[in-house]
Nanobody
Framework: QVQLVESGGGLVQAGGSLRLSCAASGSTVSRSVMGWHRQAPGKQRELVARIYVGGGENYADFVKGRFTISRDNAKNAVYLQMTSLKPEDTAVYYC?????????WGQGTQVTVSS
């Protein structure tokens, strides 16, 4: 059973920073494509950033230069460092693991950016 648990969300002012964490169990992040997605009220869930098994990364255009995804294989965790936050970044952020064993989601963590 794969479990993903996000943490680190909260309320921050525009221009501020937050670091989200995703702790994985039942699978190893080093063998999965790990991603962060978000869903704002009334909108579809969208990809924010992804890190591949080989270490390559890709980002949605709306976060390029502001967000950084990283992975700690020893801790079996993935992170999303978010800087220069904007009110439009307000959403529930979800961790995702895509592996040979399946596709898994965490329960999400709320990020609210005030103007």
């Amino acid at each position: 059973q794969v479990q993903l648990v996000e943490s680190g969300g909260g309320l921050v002012q525009a221009g501020g920073s937050l670091r989200l964490s995703c702790a994985a169990s039942g699978s190893t992040v080093s063998r999965s494509v790990m991603g962060w997605h978000r869903q704002a009220p009334g909108k579809q869930r969208e990809l924010v950033a992804r890190i591949y098994v080989g270490g390559g990364e890709n980002y949605a255009d709306f976060v390029k230069g502001r967000f950084t995804i990283s992975r700690d294989n020893a801790k079996n965790a993935v992170y999303l460092q978010m800087t220069s936050l904007k009110p439009e970044d307000t959403a529930v952020y979800y961790c995702n693991a895509d592996s040979r064993g399946g596709n898994y989601w965490g329960q999400g963590t709320q990020v609210t950016v005030s103007s």
